[in-house]
């Protein structure tokens, strides 16, 4: 009778790891747009990379706050556009020389 009342148990990380695996990936990520933002700006004086490196910051930035409060499955979604529009910004940049 204690086995039928007792819940499933769930694989996977508890709400508590995801917010922290989210928040260390969010930082990282915002570590790394910013070095790719600064090693760009060396190489091309262009403002639409200034301006899709700056809005994959604020997204990253965005990401971690929505981690911290506990709002993982968002903050994912905001990390691939963060990932997808820092990679379109180099396509893009490069497409234009």
């Known amino acids: 009778m204690s086995e039928a ?6 694989p996977g990380l508890t709400p508590r790891q995801a917010r ?3 928040i260390v990936l969010s930082a990282f990520i915002m570590v790394a747009v910013g070095l790719a933002l600064i090693l ?4 091309t004086h262009s403002f639409l990379t200034m301006g899709f490196y700056g809005i994959a910051l604020i997204l990253a930035g965005s990401a971690l706050v929505l981690s ?3 709002r993982t499955r968002v903050a994912t979604v905001v990390l691939g556009v963060c990932v997808a ?3 379109g910004a180099e396509w893009a940049v490069a497409a234009l020389r």
């Open 68 to 70: 911290r409060q506990g």
């Open 85 to 87: 529009l820092a990679l």
């Open 40 to 43: 760009r700006i060396d190489s």
């Open 20 to 22: 922290h695996v989210r």
């Open 5 to 10: 009342n007792s819940a499933p148990e769930r």
